[in-house]
């Protein structure tokens, strides 16, 4: 057997920087038993994926388990459209993988840099009013609980048990293995165009409706939005890897950067700037690329993150509220708002908890003028009964949560039988699930 890489005295940081601390126990266990062992051995144990979550989930003050070593492909049944994998495979090694055996995965979010298994305990997302968070991609997948115990829990079997513990927070015990359902490979039409927000406002049924994944990028201080829309097809891909280079690399790291920091220097300069940069959306772009190239962005710089999901019904007010919230304030920011839509499902802690939704992301680079920002953006959320993204920042008010998830007494119950000592708690799980 071989040893677990294991490390004292550890340094957790999250990609943000925004949450750090030292770590007494860090393992990267490489099989089944050596993490069941790791469990066993400790009275506090927290998971971390990739640590892209800006919330405070993977503190600890015993041991950390990390499964960059747990990371392989364990079968693909292709007639079945399922993949089996450890759960500490990144989500861009899946679609790499899957790329080679012409299948991919169903649907993704802005990046793929996370694990698997951190993604769906977060219950992460994509765009597209017909597709549920990752989460639902899931068959089956393996828990080990705080005595050691393994259960499997597949959709199909007790649905009730999986519609509640699929979306765990890590609070439920160690995933250990997934089954995904996957599809076919194929690539997308994307057309992004750059209209009027009153426009997007008095179109949004139409472009939700018309649609396979659409999602759009709101530049504060600026008029108008950019709109993107991806159609699934077959046909061939026709983007050009120039293009690719020249707007991924070049235009949104070097010269977007650039712009960043003379807007640090210069806040004042903010709107400015975002106006210059929404004109590189005036040529319409219009090209086919395999699906996982264009679900994801180019590697967005460092910052501050929160999003939250209400219902879809709502989409028109809150988003004009929240043009009129930042219009009428001296918030100067100097990053997109991310706007996208969820179909609802009946996992007991997911934000689009019974409920088809839209998300709202409000973002800003750099710290300064973050906490004002965020209180805004909450008191308007909290007034259209949002439900926060849990992998992002929030500050939690318990009665609250209560009211927005109406099965956490029942997630509660798992929980004290999947882990009656609490071993899998820290601090802000203690303080989501509380009464
Ligand atoms: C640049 C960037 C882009 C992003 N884009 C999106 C997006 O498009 N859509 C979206 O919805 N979110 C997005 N996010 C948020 C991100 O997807 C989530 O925060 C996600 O949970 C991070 O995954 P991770 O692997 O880094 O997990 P971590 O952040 O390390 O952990 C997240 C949670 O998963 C738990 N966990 C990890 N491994 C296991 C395991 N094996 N068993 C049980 N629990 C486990 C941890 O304990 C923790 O509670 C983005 C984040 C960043 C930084």
Not at 325 to 353: C, T, W
Request: hydrophobic content about 40%.
């Amino acid at each position: 057997m071989s040893l677990i890489t294991s490390q004292k005295n550890f340094r957790f940081r999250n990609w943000a920087g925004n949450q750090q601390s030292a770590v007494p126990h860090y393992y990267q266990p490489e099989t089944e038993e050596q993490l069941t062992d790791i469990i066993k051995t400790h009275g506090k144990v927290r998971m971390m994926g990739t640590g892209h979550s800006w919330s405070a989930l993977c503190h600890t003050d015993e041991a950390l388990i990390n499964l960059d070593k747990y990371n392989k492909v364990i079968s693909l049944d292709k007639e079945k459209k399922q993949l089996t994998i450890q759960a500490g495979i990144k989500l861009w090694q899946i679609s790499d993988y899957l790329d080679t055996q012409g299948m991919a995965l169903i649907n993704l979010g802005s990046i793929s840099r996370q694990s698997v298994a951190g993604a769906i305990s977060t219950a992460t997302h994509g765009s597209g009013i017909g597709y549920r968070v990752l989460a639902s991609q899931v068959q089956r997948f393996t828990l080990i609980r705080a005595d050691g115990d393994k259960i499997v829990l597949d959709k199909d079997g007790d649905k009730e048990t999986f519609d509640l513990a699929i979306i765990n927070l890590g609070a439920l015990g160690v995933i250990s293995e997934l089954t995904l359902n996957i599809t076919e490979a194929f690539r997308l039409h994307e057309q992004t165009v750059a209209i009027d927000f009153d426009e997007m406002l008095a179109r949004l049924d139409e472009l939700l409706q018309t649609t396979d994944h659409f999602k759009m990028w709101w530049f504060p201080h600026v008029s108008r939005i950019v709109l993107y829309r991806y159609q699934r097809t077959q046909a061939a891909v026709n983007d050009s890897r120039f293009r690719q280079w020249l707007m991924d690399e070049v235009l949104s790291v070097l010269v977007y950067r650039f712009l960043v920091f003379i807007g640090n220097i210069f806040r004042g300069l903010r709107p400015l700037f975002n106006k210059l940069l929404i004109l590189s959306f005036n040529k319409p772009l219009d090209r086919i690329e395999r699906s996982f190239k264009v679900f994801n962005v180019a590697d967005p710089p460092i910052h501050r993150e929160a999003e939250w999901a209400f219902d879809l019904k709502d989409a028109k007010e809150v988003l004009g509220a929240y043009r009129k919230m930042i219009d009428e304030s001296d918030h100067k920011i100097n990053f997109i708002q991310e706007v996208r839509f969820v179909k609802g499902d009946e996992y007991a802690l997911s934000p689009s908890y019974r409920r088809d939704s839209i998300w709202i992301g409000c973002y800003l680079i750099g710290d300064k003028g973050w906490d004002e920002l965020l209180a805004d953006f909450e008191k308007l959320a909290v007034k259209y009964n949002g439900r926060p993204h849990w992998g992002k920042e929030y500050n939690i008010d318990k009665e609250y949560l209560r009211k927005q998830y109406p099965l956490l007494d029942e997630f509660q119950k798992l929980r004290s039988t999947y882990d009656p000592a609490g071993k899998f708690s820290n601090p802000m799980i203690a303080a989501i699930l509380a009464k």
